[in-house]
């Protein structure tokens, strides 16, 4: 009976075996998937058998484990090994997880005593970023010790609390990572060994770093190609914190290396400037790095950034106190700059600037002995300085300011040589848009051709509103000038204030004073036209005498009022004008002339000045003699001016010009007189002791001959009857004495009634007058008809020169306008 039971009880449990075995991949994943589960793991396959030497053989297990997937084959696993033939890792984003805000904890690894040890012949890892799968095998030569190869070499070592190790990559794994077909990335070339450890909140690699990037660049200008070349050696430290989520590099221990070719120069596009530039750029540069780069979260900080040229082209740019969340790098960015550049050609160059998300402001200065040799210009003993304050210059108009001040001991450009220049120009826009620019300039002295300036100053000022719609800008200047000399005129104390407004054309209007001219000039300036009007205000014409005087020294206006308007167009040179003289008088050396008064128009174009004729009234010249009631017309035909039917009182009469040409070597002006008091014009000697009463008429053709004057041919004769007294005459006493005979015939001339008088007229470019007399007449004490004739020679320059320096009135005007020097 026991046998029998015996026998039962072994086939039941033969049974109950053989089903387990059967059926021993539903019962293992009933058994174990659920535990698996709350783990996180999902058991999708399994298959696996017994073998003779009784070692667990697994075909095939696949593992799924928060969105990666695990697939292993060939599994043999005993008590001492668990060798597995190949495995593939599939590496997908990571699922939204609840604990994702959860603090790490320190490593507390429940490592066995004793287990199997473990190795991998081949894992394959597998994702979209990788170029390609990467692939590796694993190792475990000692417990808890690995050994990685592959595509990555590797060793690592697993304690209770800490996960440490090695390895060592180069670009090759690099381009396992990504996608470097023609990109930069291509070009880059590195070896690392770096050792790491991990204890569950701090993650640390520490080792050496070889890098090398070279890059050929092609130009499309040119044939030549520029190889920029990028070495760094050394040690880096890499630290980073999953509770803080803070990244910090160790970075001072690296040496950073920057080779530029000679070929490089022709990345700067062709240009006048492109040669100066090239030579002063450096090609061997050296960057430094901090002692640490932190990146916490997305703010990264940067302690200091240095890159320095080698050799005698210093360039030093220095980057301190960087911080900007690399999300939004501008918007957050903080930094501090400053730029250093000293070459044989650029004495300094300073730039400082802080930077704060979209503000920006510093200062900067250029020092230059000299402009480089493509500016359109040479200048001496340049230095350019200013501060800058500008803020939202990202993806708007900035707004804040920017200062800028020039001195320059002396420049020539475009025919001009100006020397000690200082320029100050500053420009602000505030929130609103609302722009202002001003500019203050002084200037020594500059010389244009003949033409030079002295002590120049002036400030400008532009105002404008840039926001939406035409642009409008208000335009105020002020400019003082000393003076303005060339060989044939001088400008002295100019004042000018203008406003304008511009916008599509420019209108301004410009309130001169040039040696105390007043002027007010108009224009519109635009690329079709140039209008313009000038216009003079009623005043004085004293002023005028500082240019006179340049033309003329012994000439001077003793009082008077002008006025005027000029309009026209400065691009076609055209013009036309309207001015008017009033109660004028003027004074050449001992000439005067008295109230002068003339209203004129006329116009300008294609180079020919041309005046309407025009009337004019002058009430006394006194020459010696008084001429009086002068009126007559003045005309200018391309720019020749003429005077003609001039007519005035002398003597007592008329006289008449019929026309002169003003600057006309050669001509021939008639002048005629009638009813000339005969009186008037013999006591012009009152101390001759002759009397002549009667009236005279006369014509005299009076010569010019390049600056020369003559009488030809003149003539004068009487108007009716007349007397001739002569008493007291000394010259005519003489006669009488020395020539006894001649007594009773000069006898009749002593009191002698005219019937007729003639006589001809000659006067020499000298000055002596020759006049040919006849005189006919009637002694009624001697009842006697008398016919007499005589030569007179005598020079009137000298006669009528004494007789202006006896004019009392010419005297008194010449001694006050001598005292006040106008």
Sequence with gaps: MFKRVGLIVGAVLLSILLLGYVFRLPLLQWVIAPELKKAGITLNCLDFSITSSLNIHADKVCVNYQNQQLQLTGITANTKRIDIKNAVLTVNSLPKSDNANQLAKNLDLALPLNRPLISIKQLVVKSDELNKPLKISILEPKLNKFNVTGDINASANLAVNKVSGQFLINDTFLKHVINTKNTLIADFNFNTQQAFSFDGIKFELNGDISSQFTHTYE?????????????????LATHFNLNSQALMFNTDLLNNKINLTPSCAGLIPPSEYAGFVSKQVPLNWQLKLPQSIRLEGSELSVPVINLMSEGDKQFDFLITDTTLNITSPLEYLQTNLSAQINTPDINNINVNAQLSGAVIKGDYAVMLESLPEFAPATAN??????????????DSKPIGLINAKLTLNNVDAFDISAVQYQGDLTAKMDKQLNAEVALTQQLKSAEYKEFKVTDISNTLTANANLGVGELFADLTAKTNIKAVNSPDIKLNNIKVESTGLQSRALKATHHAFINDVELVVNHHMSSQAHPFEVIIPEQSTLPLNKFIRQFEPLAQLTKGEFNGYINGDVNLQSASFNMGISHTSALYNDYLASDLNSVFSGEYNSGKLNVKPTTFNLNEFRAGAVVKAIKGQWQ???????????KGSVFGGEFSLDTYTIGKPNQVANVKFENIDASKLVTLDDKSGIVLTGRLAGSLPVHFDSGKIEIIDGSLFSQGTGNLKITNNAAFDSVMQQQQELQPVLGLLTNLDIQKLNSSVALKSDGWLKLGVNLQGYNKAEQQQVNFNYNHEENVFTLLRALRLSDEITQKVEQQYSQKGN
């Design 219 to 235: 130009f499309s200008h040119t044939n030549q190609q520029c190889q920029v070349n990028v070495l760094t050696t050394g040690k």
């Design 381 to 394: 003993g340049l230095s350019l300085s200013g501060r800058f304050d500008i803020s939202e210059f990202i």
């Design 636 to 646: 200018v035909s391309s720019n020749t001016a003429l005077i003609n039917d001039v």
